[in-house]
């Protein structure tokens, strides 16, 4: 079987449960919604109070606690069974199905010379702590994944790649994109739907984060309503899943609503017209040379 065959299409990220902004009532049930419907959770301790939130479900519910996505950061095996510990206790599980790493500090220098570091994470893995690890891109740290994948030195280590991927981002740069599909790797996009409809990050005052956002938005909406598809997130998912190596999506919301809306599209998925794909590849690949790869890190 290829590498997180078995990821649903669609998997529920927990960012916003731990928002102050949403209401507990709110969170807890959604967090109940997430769980009686069978989906997997992505979520992190960076998350404000996600994790108890989730916590508190799983207790009410034991039976159908799911596979689980936690990112664990990176710089040493050490940071990442601190992390481990630090993301299991509050979730009351003793293990997690996949281990979200971050390549930084000696981890990525170990990845572009094969050293020590791998071998400890291999034992974290052996241990069934965590039975499988994805590796999390950034536009500012796609050079050591890109050397350690032409090198090898992540075989059998790392199961998947996981980044912001949806029509406005793609955070792996253009060289490490390109390698990733030329080797077939399992990939897990983030972000669905970019943050919000496109028409909303291009027209409303303040609801980009960062104007290059808003300014992609210009340029994807065109696409968008040339598309023909009603639905934002449909064609949010729907352009994920256009990339064979595409095996989910996380996507995060904090209205039952929009959860089942983004559910009912992750069936029976149809990627988008090859055209529409490649106008939007052909974007990305522009952005990602005139901004991404220069951008501060966080700053995206």
Not at 31 to 54: F, K, P
Not at 130 to 135: N, P, W
Not at 140 to 146: D, V
Not at 225 to 249: G, L, M, N, Y
């Amino acid at each position: 079987m290829k590498p997180l065959a078995d990821l649903p299409p669609y998997i529920y990220g927990t960012t916003r449960l731990g928002h102050d902004d949403v209401p507990r009532e709110q969170q807890a049930a959604m967090a109940r919604t997430a769980i009686d419907a069978g989906l997997w959770l992505h979520t992190s301790r960076q998350y404000d109070h996600a994790l108890e939130v989730l916590g508190a479900a799983l207790a009410d519910e034991p039976s159908k606690i799911p596979p689980v996505i936690v990112k664990l950061g990176g710089g040493t095996a050490d940071d990442v069974r601190a992390t481990i510990a630090e993301n299991i206790e509050p979730l009351g599980i003793s293990s997690i199905d996949i281990g979200q790493l971050t390549g930084a500090g000696a981890f990525a220098e170990d990845m572009v010379t094969g050293g020590s570091t791998l071998a400890d994470l291999q034992r974290i893995k052996d241990e069934g702590l965590v039975r499988r690890f994805v590796l999390e891109i950034f536009p500012w740290t796609s050079e050591a994944p890109l050397a350690a994948l032409r090198a090898g030195h992540l075989d059998g280590l790392i199961d998947g790649y996981i980044f912001y991927l949806n029509p406005l981002q793609r955070f792996a740069s253009n060289e490490l994109w390109d390698e990733l599909l030329a080797q077939d790797k399992a990939i897990i996009s983030m972000r669905t739907v970019a943050g919000a409809p496109v028409h909303t990050l291009r027209d409303v005052p303040g609801a980009a984060w960062q104007p290059y956002l808003q300014e992609r938005a210009v340029e994807v909406a065109p696409i968008f309503e040339r598309s023909s598809v009603a639905s934002w997130a449909d064609f949010c998912i729907r352009f994920a899943h256009s990339t064979p190596q595409v095996v989910s999506t996380v996507g995060s919301t904090s209205r039952e609503e929009n959860l089942k809306e983004l559910l009912s599209f992750s069936q029976d998925i149809t990627p988008l017209p090859q055209d529409i794909v490649d106008e939007l590849f052909a974007l990305q690949r522009r952005w990602s040379d005139e901004t991404d790869i220069h951008a501060e890190p966080w700053s995206m």
